[in-house]
């Protein structure tokens, strides 16, 4: 017998048929004689119409009712999961945040889970029952009602179990596992069997949509092992493991793309300390992430050209607040949105000499250009040309063996 953590996401509830067909592999799992902890989003396209919904009112709608608004669709889902579960047979009930309860901090729609009560969980599921827990929210220490972020469902489903102690995790989404690149765009894409926790973080925060990143940053600093399945069918999915459950035979495991980017170019920037975090602090306090930093050598120790990337949707508030920021001197400014970032992540590249030399070479072969580089251990990132992201993805593709 085993305690499990099975979380079903927003495609995989998204009509009744389907909580009902979640509702039997569920059943299954129990009549198997394991502890079952359901963790549900919300029905697919809930969570934008309410946002859409909170637009229509205010164009600054409140993040407290926001969060009240928001977290509704999850709680809907428990209860028609639990009721599917009962018509099958199975004694479950849906559990709300407040009731567990799942205790949050930080800020509303961004909020993170420190700890909840397992007492009355464990003792339900010692009487057999099923419990079905709505994801991406809990409530703070003065009883608040948080969300914990879009793809917080992940995050609710790793904290569930850790906080309970669980075997595994395993995370049911449309598609069986996950894969070398995005099989829509790039047909010759293959299952990954097994990943580690670090090839899986970059992929996640590359914009692989399979499981939200902090979710798997959580479950590294956990140890807790993952399996990503679909739905679906009854094909085996991907194992989400430590690195010394790997086998690296292949340098590059996925290439991942990403096309909500914009590079911000200052031209003419004062070349003496601190001028970097002078430029970067503003963003910093208004919350924008900034992932790429390149700055040129300066030629006369005086002036130089400094370049960042950011997320797409920052672009402009970064620009008005680099605008407003009186600590800085430069000459010109330039901002592209219509560019994508292009990553080829593996563990096996630490150890395999001459790989960033063959992603150049091979771009270079198809004609396209780099804006800016990005290295680590196992990561590489280049900014091209929006327009050239696929020929780009699937030439990678190609070069490292992964068709």
């Known amino acids: 017998m085993k305690k499990k953590v099975l979380k079903f996401g927003g495609t995989s509830v998204g009509s009744i048929q389907r909580i009902v067909n979640a509702a039997k592999i569920v059943k299954k799992e129990h009549d198997s004689g394991n502890k079952v902890i ?3 989003s919300a029905m697919a396209g809930t969570t934008n119409n309410l946002i859409a919904h909170s637009k229509s009112v205010s164009k600054k709608f409140n993040k407290r009712e926001l969060d009240v608004l928001l977290t509704s669709g999850e709680q809907v889902t428990s209860a028609l999961f639990a009721g599917a579960l009962n018509d099958l047979g199975i004694k479950s009930k ?19 889970i420190i700890n909840m009560n397992v007492e009355g969980i464990n003792k339900y599921l010692s009487e057999s029952g099923v419990a079905v827990i709505p994801g991406f929210q809990g409530i703070s220490k003065i009883g608040e ?5 879009r793809g917080g469902s992940d995050a ?5 179990a850790k906080i309970f102690e669980t075997d595994t995790c395993e995370i049911y ?7 070398s690149s995005d099989p829509n765009k790039v047909p010759l894409a293959k299952k990954i069997d097994k990943i580690s926790y670090e090839e899986m973080l970059e992929l996640s925060s590359l914009g692989a949509k399979v499981m939200q990143s902090s979710a798997v940053q959580s479950a590294m600093m956990n140890d807790i092992p993952i399996q990503v399945k679909s739905t679906f069918t009854e094909r085996k999915g991907t194992e989400i493991n430590s690195q010394e459950n790997i086998d690296y035979s292949k340098a590059v495991t996925g290439v991942a793309y990403s096309k909500d980017d914009a590079k911000i170019t200052l031209l003419g920037v004062e ?13 910093s306090k208004d919350q924008i992430n900034v992932d ?38 430069y000459e010109k400014m330039h901002m592209n949105d219509k560019v994508s970032k292009i990553s080829i992540v593996g563990a096996g590249m630490v150890a395999t ?18 804006l800016a580089i990005s290295t680590s251990e196992i990561k590489i990132s280049v900014i091209i040309d929006e327009k050239l992201t696929i020929d780009a993805v699937k030439k990678l593709h190609k070069t490292f063996n992964l068709d």
């Open 94 to 112: 849906s559990w709300m945040n407040w009731q567990i309860p799942i205790v949050t901090e930080g800020d509303h729609t961004n909020a993170r």
């Open 353 to 370: 000499p001459g790989i960033t030399y063959k992603m150049f070479r091979s771009l270079a072969e198809e004609k396209i250009n780099i």
């Open 38 to 40: 359901v963790v549900v």
């Open 173 to 179: 989404t449309d598609v069986d596992g996950v894969y």
């Open 271 to 283: 070349d003496k300390p601190g001028v970097a975090a002078d430029i970067f602090e503003p963003l």
């Open 156 to 160: 609710t489903a790793v904290a569930i």
């Open 292 to 329: 790429m930093v390149i700055q040129n050598i300066s030629t006369d120790g005086k002036k130089t050209d400094l370049t960042f990337t950011t997320k797409r949707q920052d672009s402009k508030n970064a620009i008005s607040l680099i605008k407003a920021n009186k600590k800085i001197k």
């Open 145 to 149: 009602i948080t969300s914990i972020g």
